[in-house]
């Protein structure tokens, strides 16, 4: 693989406004400066009334008061799922699968190859096949294809026969693959959660980050909508008399929770709202394994529930994504609506299998493109490119060097002159707008996502006039690049403290991800009283505190690392160590481990 040199970024000033360090740590191991979330005292006090002082610290941090710790602490499908019909569209989108289900017509469903278009698709192939209409599912292939539905897709389904399309976690930008549909006389509708300025000419675009929807529901993955989807499908053909004309059971959607809540996981949407049911039901459901796909998956991963969101997205998740990053695209959901235990024995197999060349594709590019990254050190992003770079894994090292560096980065894989790329960004930083805007600009051939994540296509010709463009959008970002190298801490524990009650009372705050962190304590004044490397690559510690308390803790891939270095030479002396305390159960014994997130000397 050659690499692909891209011109050095200008320099950004990045500038901090003062603010008091946490425990005076201005310069930590990793060089971050640490600082206390900000709660309302008002808030904390209020809820010390009825909660204790740890989760009213934490509810008060994440803005949460009197009135929602209950639905925050407990959350609950019946309390937290809203009427299906405040989405746009939704009710002229369900009254056409309706009929079609009603007239025995035949429905294509097309899905993303990712988990969340893998699970989309699965939802409704479910649904669709507890009633006897089995739908085609049709995923496109990354690597011939691309993302999306294509015109030659659509020519292939109404070969096929096909009348009704319903897409899944794409369709909002396939404006000729949909003018395509219209023009053979086939119906679409789209069930999508990418932002778009204008609505696709679909028959019904149901997406609450379209510019005509009002529901506010914009948090929400696609597997989330099709989910919303199916409930007011359900309830239409309840109240039409659709399951009593036929003798039929209504499907039970709580069991399809399960695909929603890794969805909502691995698309990184915010746990906020009605996401944290989906995943906290979700959990429930898939630790039963009844799915034949995901028991079969856990069984070659050797995951055991009770399953966690960790167990979601680095367990499950990067399986069934990888085969649509190496292998076959269908693979995700062939897994996903597998009914015997032997084919989805067979697809499981497939997919770690693939899920390993990944890893071994990953580790490759990876190690080139940081070393290109770390060349633009002074740049407030990160661009690389390489030839022969599979577009497979582009948005994963997207992702490793953005945490790595702590800035957005941008990753580009070419072939014969055309590149596929992928984009992860930093709060305060919206990378989808910055994508869109250059596809309008004509920089890019093609580009879209959230403001976290998201995609592009260029040719080689454009890599250069590409950069200048991100440049440019860059301007006036150096608050919140500076604010991403900054630790934000929850609240704070002792060695004493830090207990196996504090971390259940901690965990019963969960689920917890992107919108809803996992709280990061600050436990100031500990003696390391023993630090070594364990597994090659970790660094295992035992901490003293005040009154001989003693706290175990590891920090994960810190050898050789900034903060495994200050770790090792630490032995004897005293430090701040920030981190999330977890409860880890070993040969039948339950005890509490700090996480290590950073460190620093207590003295200056």
């Not at 699965?122 to 006897?132: I, K």
């Not at 969101?309 to 269908?330: D, E, K, Q, T």
Request: charged residues 20%.
């Amino acid at each position: 693989m050659r690499a692909i040199a891209a011109t050095r970024v200008s320099d950004t000033a990045l500038t901090q406004a003062p603010a008091a360090a946490a425990f005076g740590v201005a310069h930590s191991f990793t060089a971050r400066r640490w600082l206390m979330r900000p709660a309302d005292e008002a808030v904390e006090r209020e809820l010390l009334r009825s909660i204790s002082p740890v989760l009213a610290r934490l509810l008060a941090v994440r803005g949460i008061g009197v009135a929602e710790a209950a639905d925050y602490l407990a959350p609950r499908l019946k309390n937290l799922l809203p009427d299906p019909s405040i989405l746009h569209d939704m009710d002229k989108a369900v009254a056409r699968v309706a009929a079609a289900l009603t007239a025995g017509e035949p429905i294509a469903v097309f899905g993303d190859y990712d988990v969340d278009g893998s699970t989309s698709a699965a939802l409704l192939s479910d649904f669709f096949s507890a009633l006897g209409a089995v739908p085609r599912i049709y995923i496109p292939d990354r690597m011939t294809e691309g993302y999306g539905p294509s015109p030659a897709a659509m020519r292939t389904l109404h070969g096929e026969g096909a009348r009704l399309v319903v897409t899944v976690d794409c369709g909002a930008a396939a404006i000729a693959a949909l003018d395509e549909a219209r023009a053979l006389g086939m119906d679409v509708v789209v069930l999508d959660h990418h932002k778009v300025d204008a609505s696709p000419p679909a028959l019904a675009h149901v997406n609450p980050n379209q510019p005509d929807d009002r529901s506010g529901l914009n948090h929400l993955c696609a597997a989330g909508v099709t989910f919303l989807f199916l409930v007011a499908l359900n309830r239409h053909l309840r109240e039409t008399g659709f399951y009593e004309l036929r003798g039929m059971e209504e499907p039970d959607l709580r069991l399809f929770l399960d695909l929603v809540g890794l969805a909502t996981v691995c698309d990184v949407v915010p746990l906020t709202g009605v996401n944290r049911a989906f995943v906290r039901f979700g959990l429930g459901q898939l630790s039963s394994l009844s799915r034949p796909g995901l028991a079969a998956l856990a069984g070659v991963a050797g995951a055991k529930g009770p399953f966690t969101p960790y167990h979601l997205g680095f367990v499950f998740g990067p399986r069934i994504n990888a085969g649509g990053r190496v292998g076959r695209s269908s693979l995700g959901v062939d897994l996903l609506t597998a009914r015997q235990a032997e084919a989805a024995g067979d697809f499981a197999l497939q997919l770690d299998l693939h899920n390993r060349e990944r890893q071994a594709i990953e580790k490759l590019i990876l190690e080139e493109a940081t070393a290109m990254a770390a060349a633009q050190a002074n740049a407030p992003f990160v661009l690389v490119a390489g030839e022969g770079w599979h577009p497979g894994v582009v948005g994963i090292v997207a992702g490793r060097l953005k945490e790595r560096f702590k800035k957005p980065a941008f990753v580009a894989g070419f072939e014969g002159g055309m590149g596929r790329g992928s984009a992860r960004s930093i709060p305060g930083i919206d990378i989808g707008n910055i994508i869109r805007a250059a596809a309008q600009a004509g920089a890019i051939e093609y580009g879209g996502g959230h403001a976290m994540a998201a995609g592009f296509s260029l040719m080689g010709t454009q890599l250069e006039g590409f950069r200048r463009f991100v440049d440019d959008a860059f301007a006036g970002t150096g608050a919140a690049l500076a604010a991403a190298n900054d630790l934000y801490l929850d609240a704070v524990a002792s060695a004493g403290g830090a207990n196996i009650a504090l971390a259940q009372e901690i965990a019963g705050a969960g689920p917890f991800g992107a919108g809803n962190p996992e709280p990061l304590l600050g436990v100031p004044d500990l003696r390391v009283a023993f630090a070594d490397v364990v597994g090659g690559a970790h660094v295992k510690l035992r901490l003293a505190g005040g009154g001989g308390a003693m706290l175990d803790a590891i920090a994960f891939r810190a050898v050789g690392m900034p903060l495994g270095e200050g770790l090792l030479a630490s032995r004897g002396r005293t430090i701040h160590a920030a981190g999330r305390l977890r409860l880890d159960d070993w040969n039948g014994r339950t005890r509490v481990q700090l996480e290590v997130e950073d460190a620093a000397p207590a003295t200056a």
